[in-house]
C-alpha cells in the first residue's frame, strides 16, 4: 500500500520539537530524517539518560519512545519526563500487539503500532499537535 504523505508540516510561527529515542542508531537517523521533512526539530537520542538530560535542558513538544528494547520500562520513563515537562506528548511506537494497550498509562498519550509505517506515523503525530489546540497546515509533495 502505498499512500500520498503531506510534507512541510508547521504549526504556528515555532516548529514542533520532538525528542526522538530509539537504540538502533540506523532506525534513528530514518526517523529523524522523516521527522525532519516533514517540519519538525528532532532531538536524536539512543540513550535513556541522555533523554533525561536534554529533557533537564529544554522541554520539547513530544517523547518519540521505539519499544525495540524489552528491558526499559518506558512508562517510567514517560512519566518521569512529565514530572519536568507536564505538557510534553508522550509516544511509544511498538509492535502491533502492543499498540491495543492505548490508553492504559496515564504517562503514555498514544501507543502508534509501527506496521502503520511512515503515513501512519506522521498522521498520529499531526493528530495529536492537532489535538493540542494548534493548527497545522501540509502541502502535498511527494518525498
Known sequence: MTA??????????RRKEILCLCHDRSML???RMLLEHFGYDVLPT??????KDMVRRRCP???LM????SGVEFEEL???IKEMCPEVITVLLS?????SRNGSSHSIDRVIAKDEGP????????QLFGEQGEPTQSASKPI
Open 119 to 126: 503515513d501512519g506515523l506522521i498522521s498520529q503525530i499531526e
Open 66 to 69: 521505539d519499544n525495540n528494547d
Open 46 to 51: 539512543h540513550s535513556i539518560e541522555d533523554a
Open 4 to 13: 500520498a504523505i503531506n510534507s512541510g508540516v508547521y504549526m504556528g510561527t
Open 95 to 99: 509492535p502491533y500487539y502492543y499498540a
Open 78 to 80: 514517560a512519566e518521569h
Open 29 to 31: 537517523q530514518v526517523r
Open 61 to 63: 513538544d513530544m517523547l
